[in-house]
């Protein structure tokens, strides 16, 4: 009887390493300075107005938040922010900039869930001249830890509210 003697030829694979030599440096892996999933990010829609999200905040942290608008022509240099009745949101400083204008403003996340905050700036020269601009975040509740936050965004204070389990806690002075 015959026997049919099988293939036993193994799939070799491996990874291949760049050596270390000095002229073969550019061989080795790089990586973008600023990965988009950890920054603000700014986006412009087609009616012209602008959203910016500003990822995970906790509910009843208080926030500054930075992001830069490109310019806009029929705004001009200078801008402001209109006044509105907002208590979450609070436009503290705009500046002009190279890249178009510095916004910094103060958030606090006072709800759970994803949360759109509108801002209205408009040119001081031109009284018809205006943009809108929705502040996005996610604000997570209490018990689920502390978000990693996007580079522009910086937690400046809690809003903590009364909880019986911290009735001996002074908090912080």
């Known amino acids: 009887m015959a026997t049919a003697k099988k293939d036993t030829k193994h799939k070799m694979s491996g990874v291949r390493f760049a050596s270390a030599q000095p ?3 550019h061989n080795h892996v790089h990586f973008e300075e600023k990965l988009h999933d ?4 700014v ?3 087609d009616d012209g107005n ?4 500003v990822g995970f905040l906790k509910i009843l942290h208080k926030y500054e938040i930075t992001f830069t608008l490109p310019p806009i022509q029929r705004l001009g240099k200078d801008i402001c922010a209109v006044p509105i009745a907002n208590m979450n949101l609070k436009v503290n400083c705009i500046t002009p900039v190279p890249e178009g204008y510095r916004v910094t403003c103060e958030y606090i996340a006072h709800k759970e869930g994803v949360l759109k905050e509108e801002m209205v ?4 020269t031109n009284d018809r001249a205006c943009i809108k601009v929705v502040v996005q975040a996610r604000v997570m509740d209490r018990h689920h830890g502390t978000p990693m ?3 522009g965004v910086r937690c400046v204070g809690a809003e903590l509210e009364y909880d019986s389990e911290q009735s001996d806690w002074q908090g912080f002075d």
Not at 38 to 41: D, I, Y
Not at 50 to 53: D, R
Not at 121 to 124: D, I, V
């Open 38 to 41: 950890s920054v603000v990010m």
């Open 23 to 25: 002229d073969e440096a």
């Open 149 to 151: 936050l996007l580079e």
């Open 43 to 45: 986006t412009q829609g």
């Open 121 to 124: 700036l408009a040119s001081e």
């Open 50 to 53: 602008f959203l910016v999200k």
